[in-house]
């Protein structure tokens, strides 16, 4: 079975500093996705950035950036310049490739981002 | 942009009382999630939905729960006699058809279920 693991459930920095939330995750498939997910306080989960297991390139948006460690089964996600509005929970998680029926996504616990003026 | 809309935001029931929480998905999509998320834990699958059926359900997902789609747009989640414990946020969830390379599941505002 898949699981995801977030180590920090809650973090502060200031504005405009640079912010590494991290995840990692175990399962046997050699075919996955990953996904950072953000809900805000308004509480819609908004995805922020998604990874395929098969491209070694880092996924890129805008100010937001991950290090995909395939070998080390680590996801991690950084957030650049961050802002105000970035406060939220952030939730990592898996979904096996979507070629497969499977497709429910797995979460981790989530991490709770506060952004300091 | 389209989105996943549900109703009620906030529902409050008594213990043993049957609840359905309603959703609508994207028009195009074909694919239906439930999702729950108890406070403070972490999101939880409950069951996928396709082509009238259901295509998986979670081990949460026990007799009391079941989905329907009862026309062409809403989706709902039945819980036939609510137990405190089914105290948490609902999300539904749609996808336009697995194999979809872009964003695979889009996630409504959730409903807070409190039961009493």
């Known amino acids: 079975a898949q699981t995801v693991t977030q180590s920090q459930p809650e973090m502060s920095v200031q504005e405009a500093e640079t912010v590494t939330l991290s995840c990692t995750y175990d399962?046997?498939?050699?075919?996955?996705?990953l996904f950072w997910y953000k809900q805000p306080p308004s509480r819609q989960m908004i995805l922020v950035i998604r990874?395929?297991?098969?491209?070694?390139q880092n996924a890129t948006e805008n100010r937001f950036s991950v290090n995909f460690q395939k070998a080390a089964k680590s996801f991690s996600l950084k957030i650049s310049d961050s802002q105000l509005g970035d406060t939220a929970m952030y939730f990592c998680?898996?979904?096996?490739?979507?070629?497969?029926?499977?497709?429910?996504?797995?979460f981790g616990k989530g991490t709770r981002l506060h952004i300091l003026p | 942009e389209p989105e996943v809309t549900q109703t009620p935001s906030h529902q409050v029931t008594q213990m043993g009382q049957e609840v359905i929480l309603r959703c609508v998905p994207i028009?195009?999509?074909?694919?239906f999630y439930w999702y729950r998320q108890i406070l403070g834990q972490k999101v939880e699958f409950l069951v996928s939905?396709?082509?009238?059926?259901?295509?998986?359900k979670s081990e949460i997902f026990d007799d009391q729960f079941s989905v329907e789609r009862p026309d062409g747009s809403n989706f709902t989640l039945k819980i036939r006699s609510t137990k405190l414990e089914d105290s948490a946020m609902y999300f539904c969830?749609?996808?336009?058809?697995?194999?979809?390379?872009?964003?695979?599941?889009?996630f409504g505002d959730g409903t807070r279920l409190s039961i009493l």
């Open positions: 969830a749609s996808s336009e058809r697995v194999g979809q390379r872009d964003q695979p599941q889009h």
């Open positions: 399962t046997s498939e050699n075919n996955y996705y």
């Open positions: 990874q395929e297991a098969y491209k070694q």
């Open positions: 998680a898996f979904m096996k490739d979507l070629m497969n029926r499977d497709d429910k996504i797995i």
């Open positions: 028009s195009n999509h074909l694919y």
């Open positions: 939905f396709y082509n009238n059926e259901i295509s998986e």
